[in-house]
Nanobody, 125 residues
Framework: EMQLVESGGDSVQAGGSLRLSCAAS???????TGWFRQAPGKEREAVAA????????FYADSVKGRFAISRDNVRKITYLQMNSLKPEDTGTYFC???????????????????WGQGTQVTVSS
């Protein structure tokens, strides 16, 4: 059974850093993995995505220059390094995966079929 498990969420002060991890099980190398987030009362929004080779990445404008997505394909973990955190980064962060190279819409949540349960990130001012 394909499964994603997120970890690393925490409460931090503005300006701080966190690293989220998404561990994949099921014996497959998902061609695209992504991070999304959802704040209370708001729609889920894209954060970042990466192809299996690790060289092709995509970012939402709101996190460019502050967040970095990476993959360890041996351990089957996708990371999200978050620096210079802001209160508006608060939310539940979800990992998602696809068996396709989502070249047409890597930041579109509807293109992803496998999702984790989420990890909470709270940034206080």
């Amino acid at each position: 059974e394909m499964q994603l498990v997120e970890s690393g969420g925490d409460s931090v002060q503005a300006g701080g850093s966190l690293r989220l991890s998404c561990a994949a099980s099921g014996g497959v190398d998902y061609r695209t993995t992504g991070w999304f987030r959802q704040a209370p009362g708001k729609e889920r929004e894209a954060v970042a995505a990466i192809f299996v080779g690790g060289l092709t990445t995509f970012y939402a404008d709101s996190v460019k220059g502050r967040f970095a997505i990476s993959r360890d394909n041996v351990r089957k973990i996708t990371y999200l390094q978050m620096n210079s955190l802001k209160p508006e980064d608060t939310g539940t962060y979800f990992c998602a995966a696809s068996n396709d190279y989502l070249t047409w819409a890597p930041l579109n949540a509807r293109e992803y079929k496998i999702w984790g349960q989420g990890t909470q990130v709270t940034v206080s001012s």
